[in-house]
Nanobody
Framework: QVQLVESGGNLVQPGGSLRLSCAAS????????MSWYRQAPGKQRERVAT??????????NYVDSVKGRFTISRDNAKNTVYLQMNSLKPEDTAVYYCNAREGFAPYTTYWGQGAQVTVSS
C-alpha cells in the first residue's frame, strides 16, 4: 500500500531554516503530483507547494506567503520530495503534511502523518 513518511520537523528560531523530507513507497512515484500542505491550530489546511513531473517538464507552484522563502523539489530516484524552508516566520508554525495525487484517473490522493514545525524564539 502507499505510504508517505515525513521527517525533518523541529523547533527553529525566526529567520532560521529547516528541510522537510517525505519518503514515498508502494507507488510509482514519478507518476504522482507531490504537494506540501500545512495546518496551523484553529485554521484550515492550506496547500503550500506542489511539484509535478510530466512529459512536458516539471511544474512548481507556491502559495503567495512562502514565495521566495520555500523551495519544493523531488528526487524520483529516491522516491522523495523535499521542502526547503528559509527565513522562517512564527506564522509558518504548523503541522506540515505530504500529499501525493495520482496523475491519472481516478486521481487518488494519499497523505502522510504530518511533521510539526514550530518557529519561535
Amino acid at each position: 500500500q502507499v505510504q508517505l513518511v515525513e521527517s525533518g520537523g523541529n523547533l527553529v528560531q525566526p529567520g532560521g531554516s529547516l528541510r522537510l523530507s517525505c519518503a514515498a513507497s508502494g507507488m510509482t512515484f514519478s507518476m504522482y503530483s507531490m504537494s506540501w500542505y500545512r495546518q496551523a491550530p484553529g485554521k484550515q489546511r492550506e496547500r503550500v507547494a506542489t511539484i509535478s513531473s510530466t512529459s512536458s517538464g516539471t511544474f512548481i507552484n507556491y502559495v503567495d506567503s512562502v514565495k521566495g522563502r520555500f523551495t519544493i523539489s523531488r528526487d524520483n530516484a529516491k522516491n522523495t520530495v523535499y521542502l526547503q524552508m528559509n527565513s522562517l516566520k512564527p506564522e509558518d508554525t504548523a503541522v506540515y503534511y505530504c500529499n501525493a495525487r495520482e496523475g491519472f484517473a481516478p486521481y487518488t490522493t494519499y497523505w502522510g502523518q504530518g511533521a510539526q514545525v514550530t518557529v519561535s524564539s
